[in-house]
């Protein structure tokens, strides 16, 4: 296990992917893209997937400050 720290306001992408079994268990994976890097989360399941996904295009939305 590694940690990744990207802060929301930095993000760039978010990318969904959604196979068979992991719509069978309502699971999904994300592609977080920044500057830097690129994470891939797999299997959280979809509801909060969603909530956690709508929380952080609201964060980078409101954000008024400078990018570096």
Do not use: C, D
């Amino acid at each position: 296990i590694h940690t990744t720290y990207i802060p929301q306001v930095k993000i760039q992408k978010l990318q969904f992917s959604q196979g068979p079994i992991q719509r069978l268990h309502q699971t999904a994976s994300v592609a977080i893209w920044s500057g830097a890097t690129l994470e891939r989360l797999n299997f959280i399941p979809m509801e909060k997937l969603q909530f956690e996904t709508n929380k952080i295009l609201q964060t980078i939305a409101r954000f008024r400050g400078r990018w570096m």
